[in-house]
């Protein structure tokens, strides 16, 4: 079966920190990869998303970057956090390809920069 | 411009009782409508899905349903029970550029009390 893990679960960074959040999928080939977040009280805003390693298409211009490694690796990273970048990040997958497959979402990791 | 809207944006009922929540999208090109379910502090999983050609769609006590014509989607539980507080999410899925993307809407913040 498939799985998706996602760490660390919460942090506290200070402003002007780096950041390495890391993504991994298991069970599965060749994914469609995602990065999430969650501002508290709105909904999910996609970040960026992957096709294949080392392919990253972003949607919104902003302080983070992604990188895909490995193909089932995706990474979420910030030279320098800003106080803007906290909220709840959430990772998923889904099967590339396929019209009706479901997007499968890590536990997620709460960031606070303070 | 791929948008989801969800209403109300919070709701408290008591235990027993039935609801309905409300999904406006305007996603092109459409490819399917999934309800999801998001506890706090964890990552969405998914309800029900439903493609173009499907009204309504049941699992257990939820049943989603979906007017393609007018772009709304409605899902309605009965007989709530306390673990249904939670937020509950429509995600429209689109195809664009060779992939497809899941368009969220900000989510219903559900309530069931005692």
């Known amino acids: 079966s498939q799985t998706i893990h996602q760490w660390p679960a919460t942090l506290v960074q200070p402003v002007g920190s780096p950041l390495s959040l890391e993504c991994t999928v298991e069970g599965t080939s060749n994914p469609n990869l995602y990065w999430y977040r969650q501002a508290a009280g709105r909904g999910l805003q996609l970040l960026f998303y992957?096709?294949?390693?080392?392919?990253i298409s972003s949607e919104v211009p902003q302080n983070l970057s992604a990188s895909r490694p490995q193909d089932r690796q995706f990474i979420l990273s910030s030279k320098k956090l800003l106080l803007s970048d906290s909220g709840f990040y959430l990772c998923a997958w889904s099967v590339s390809g396929r019209r009706n497959t479901e997007a499968f979402f890590g536990q997620g990791t709460r960031l606070t920069v303070v | 411009k791929n948008q989801v809207e969800q209403s109300p944006q919070s709701l408290i009922i008591l235990e027993g009782k039935n609801c309905t929540l409300q999904?406006?999208?305007?996603?092109?090109?459409?490819?399917?409508l999934r309800w999801y379910k998001q506890d706090t502090g964890r990552g969405p999983v998914s309800l029900t899905i439903m493609t173009f050609s499907e009204n309504t769609k049941s699992n257990g006590r939820y049943t989603a349903t979906l007017d393609a014509d007018t772009k709304q989607s409605s899902l309605h539980i009965t007989a709530s029970q306390l673990s249904d507080s939670a937020s509950y999410i429509c995600v429209v899925s689109a195809r664009t550029s060779g992939t497809y993307k899941y368009i969220f809407g900000t989510g219903t913040r559900l309530k069931v009390l005692a």
């Open positions: 999904c406006n999208y305007t996603v092109s090109p459409f490819s399917n």
């Open positions: 992957s096709v294949g390693i080392g392919q």
